[in-house]
């Protein structure tokens, strides 16, 4: 079983920066595929912010996060990043970590608030 634990979410004003962190149970890692950052804000649909492969570090942006958001990953530490840059209101959402498995199987975290004031 793969727990994942996100942390760095918080209150931030608009043009400000945050880092969310998310961390793969260490027995685990070497069986993710790739690990990716997913957000929900307020009566709107789950969407992907960002994702990343384990292996060649491609990586894949949403179009409204691209030049903002850098995601990254540390494979020893079983530990992907999402340094946020020049956040906007609308930036405001859970976060949510999400890793894939070889096996095809999705795994998720529990979610961490993100709030961008005006």
């Known amino acids: 079983q793969v727990q994942l634990v996100e942390s760095g979410g918080g209150l931030v004003q608009a043009g400000g920066s945050l880092r969310l962190s998310c961390a793969a149970s260490?027995?685990?890692?070497?069986?993710?595929?790739?690990m990716g950052w997913y957000r929900q804000a307020p009566g709107k649909q789950r969407e992907l912010v960002a994702s990343?492969?384990?292996?060649?570090?491609?990586?894949n942006y949403a179009d409204s996060v691209k030049g903002r958001f850098t995601i990254s990953r540390d494979n020893a530490k079983g530990t992907v990043y999402l340094q946020m840059n020049s956040l906007k209101p609308e930036d405001t959402a859970v976060y949510y970590c999400?890793?894939?498995?070889?096996?095809?199987?999705?795994?998720w975290g529990q979610g961490t608030q993100v709030t961008v004031s005006s």
């Open positions: 990343i492969t384990s292996s060649e570090g491609f990586t």
């Open positions: 260490t027995g685990t890692i070497n069986s993710i595929r790739l």
């Open positions: 999400n890793a894939r498995l070889w096996s095809g199987n999705r795994y």
